[in-house]
């Protein structure tokens, strides 16, 4: 007589990193963060890290609640400010890992100059921005990512500004990695976060994603998944192009990828190097 | 628990009071500092940036105010005892962030060298003209503690005990010195690090499973951690329930904020450092506080010479203000003439306090320099009338 053995239900790998008991989460649904934050989650497994020495640090905003539900020690700063914030944990405690997990309106415009200072200095930080193209949590408002012509809450006739550049920025600012991918490109997203986790010095992850209840209701993508499919028609894989050919427009092609993979001394070694050496001809 | 004797320059020295910030600062076991240049604090990081290859801290100069003042934060959760250094201009574009600090409870020093404005003003010259603004600067209720130095020596005395009180109310600590105390050197006395006594972080012994980020002890402050310690704790600056997790509730704000404002307001009689001379035969009290209360020191003996007697009373920790002494001295009706680099801002607080038991006169002045003698004593003799 045989008997019936219950099969184990099998746990999702990525629930030990989450704050379970914070689920449900804050996004709407059909929201592109979430699978940002499973690509990170998993990304942050494979890299095989302590997560007791990994911390999230995150703005304020829709992203900005990502430090929440992650079970790592986790700050949620004040609007902007997630990389000075990041910068202050580094230097204090470097052997932890610190990931700055926010969005474009809190990392690229009110957080803009830290964004910059903190590439040119090359702080060893990984930064993950999710770009939905507008200023969500207050309602939809026009950001510096959003494309010419686009609609928000407040370009009602259609966005004039140009936006940024978010590749262009980082790699000139002085950035030893970047990528960008969109929230239908997985796996890339994942490999790409692992490859930022495991570099020295700033490395930064662009993550394209849909806003269904602000952006797309009010630019012609009616819900999360005809974005994710307009972003699955329209992407462009393309290693290493000319940073000026990267540009985002209204509707038009995505190019995608790991654009630079570079080596320079992070902040911390170019310190540590000339404090050593001073030490020594002082001998202290 | 003692600093690090190597770190401490033991001695007689001739100090700027900024000089004196600094060393206060390295023995308080300051091992970070994130500043921005501005003029008259500069000073401060140009010897932090000198010294700290060798005492083992790590100074970053930042992009701007804004980055310095949550920095000091981030450091502070990593393990760090961590200081920014300012004055008005750069000391306005850290409000929100010394309201972060208030909120999760995070212990950091803020110094600002205080120079006449509004705006720009005067970036050479002292003033007064912040002090209701470090009460008050950052939205929403929450209490601050605010020294006011009026020498180097104290300028090296009240850094290490600006470092002492924030690590054991979880509190940013304000240190208010001036552009005039920040550049007048004298004799600065450092004593041997085994007699500087410190306030050690408020860590937790509770293992996580029993540990609560923002659950209070007795004296309404909560112990804490370091990141990294396998805690795995959320620190926001939302308002939170006691494990930190965000509560957007009135129930929670209530709890919250009433534990914040009262942890500080609970404990004022601890925290109180007031210098207070009040013969029983004075005529006047003279109220001064930092650089201001020199120049009354002075006034009182050309007062005597007239034949008024004068006490004083000289709030060195000015926030949490010491509001028992003053409701005390104005039992006896007499008046109050307070001397301050501003046209009127501790005044409100002794003419509260006085509740009219006792008039209340104020020697305001615009900043640029120290009062002069003359015109605190015309206020004084139309106060004796």
Redesign the interface.
Known sequence: MSVAVSNPIPVNPVEKYL?ME?IPHIWCPGCGIGTALNAFIRALDEAGFE???V?V?SGIGCTGRV??YV????????H??A???????????P??KIVVFSGDGDLIAIGG??FI?AAQKNMDITVICVNNFNYAMTGGQYGPTTPISAQTSTAPWGSYQAPFNLPKLAESAGAVYVARWTTYHVRQMKKSILEALRKKGFSFVEIISQCPTLYGRRNKFRDGITHMEWFKEHSVIKDHPIPSDINLGFRTETIVGKFLDIERPTYLDA?NDR?QR??EE?G? | MKPDPKTVLTGTHFLKGNDAVCEGAISAGC??V?GYPITPSTDIIERISKRF??TGG?F?Q???E???S???????????K?MTVTSGPGFSLMM??I??AAMTETPCVFVDVQRGGPSTGLPTLPGQADMMQARWGSHGDYQIIALCPESPQECYDLTIKAFNLSEEYRVPVLLMTDECVGHMSERVVIPPADEIELSPRRYTTLPPSEFHLFRPGKDLVPDMI?????????????THDEHG??VITPECQDALVRRLVNKIRQNEPKIRMVEEDIPDDSDVILVSYGISSRIVFLVRELARKEGIKAGIIRPIVVWPFPEEVFRKAAKKSRPFVVVEMNMGQIVYEVERCAAGQAKTYLVPHAGGTVHNPEDILKIIREAVK
């Open positions: 704050r914070r997560p007791d020495k911390c640090v430090a929440g079970n790592l020690d986790s700050f949620h700063t004040t902007g400010r990389i000075p914030f990041a910068t202050g944990l580094k230097l204090a405690n052997e932890l100059n830290h200072h310190m404090y001073i030490r002082k202290v | 091992n970070f994130a290859p060798f790590t970053i930042m992009e701007d804004l980055s310095s949550i920095a000091v934060s981030g450091a502070v959760w990593g393990g760090a961590a929100e962030n309201g972060y370091k990141a990294g310690d396998g805690y795995h704790v959320h620190v926001s600056g939302l997790r965000p």
